[in-house]
Nanobody
Framework: QVQLVESGGGLVQAGGSLRLSCVSSAITFSAYTMAWYRQAPGKERELVASIPNDGTTTYANSVKGRFAISRDNAKNTVYLQMNNLRPEDTAVYYC????????????WGQGTQVTVSS
């Protein structure tokens, strides 16, 4: 059974940092593009950052220069380093795994809450 388990969320003051982790199991990790999405109350889920196995990265404009996504294939883990956090970054952050060839093979974590106070 595929599982994506996020951790690292919490409450932080504006300007602070958090590091999210997502450990996957039961997938061939290197065959998947890993990504972080977020969903704020009353808003649609949005892509924050993604990283395929070749290591190239993509970021939402709102987080460029502040967030960094990385992956460790040996640990089946993807990370999201979040710096200079803003109140508008408050959301539930979700880990996503999408197979590089078979796009229907997509999995989600349960989400981790990030709250940034002003």
């Amino acid at each position: 059974q595929v599982q994506l388990v996020e951790s690292g969320g919490g409450l932080v003051q504006a300007g602070g940092s958090l590091r999210l982790s997502c450990v996957s199991s039961a997938i061939t990790f290197s065959a998947y593009t890993m990504a972080w999405y977020r969903q704020a109350p009353g808003k649609e889920r949005e892509l924050v950052a993604s990283i395929p196995n070749d290591g190239t990265t993509t970021y939402a404009n709102s987080v460029k220069g502040r967030f960094a996504i990385s992956r460790d294939n040996a640990k089946n883990t993807v990370y999201l380093q979040m710096n200079n956090l803003r109140p508008e970054d408050t959301a539930v952050y979700y880990c996503n795994a999408r197979h590089r060839l078979f796009r229907t093979k997509t999995y989600w974590g349960q989400g981790t809450q990030v709250t940034v106070s002003s």
